[in-house]
């Protein structure tokens, strides 16, 4: 089994800067690809940022140039930068890795993120 643990959200004023960090951990064969995605109310989760194990990045357009998504992979850890928030990234933002020989996807709890106007 794996676990996720996300930390790093909280509150921050229009313009501010938040890193999110995800760390997994247990019995872990080998995680793919690393992720977060984000749900604001009354709207579907979509995917934020996403990372391969080879480093290969995706953005959703709407963070592309103000989120940056990185992995330590010694550490099973993914880290989400957010410089230049917006109030429209207001949302619970969730970890997301595939990992294991089945490739499962295991998700955290989610941490809160408000930007205030």
């Known amino acids: 089994q794996v676990q996720v643990m996300e930390s790093g959200g909280g509150l921050v004023q229009t313009g501010g800067s938040l890193r999110l960090s995800c760390a997994a951990s247990?019995?872990?064969?080998?995680?793919?690809?690393m992720g977060w995605h984000r749900q604001a109310p009354g709207k579907q989760r979509e995917l934020v940022a996403v990372?391969?194990?080879?480093?290969?990045?995706n953005y959703v357009d709407s963070v592309k140039g103000r989120f940056t998504i990185f992995r330590d992979n010694a550490k099973n850890t993914v880290y989400l930068r957010m410089n230049s928030l917006k109030p429209e990234d207001t949302a619970v933002y969730y970890c997301n890795v595939v990992a294991g020989l089945s490739r499962n996807d295991y998700w955290g709890q989610g941490t809160q993120v408000t930007v205030s106007s």
């Open positions: 990372v391969s194990s080879g480093g290969r990045t």
């Open positions: 247990g019995s872990i064969s080998s995680i793919f690809a």
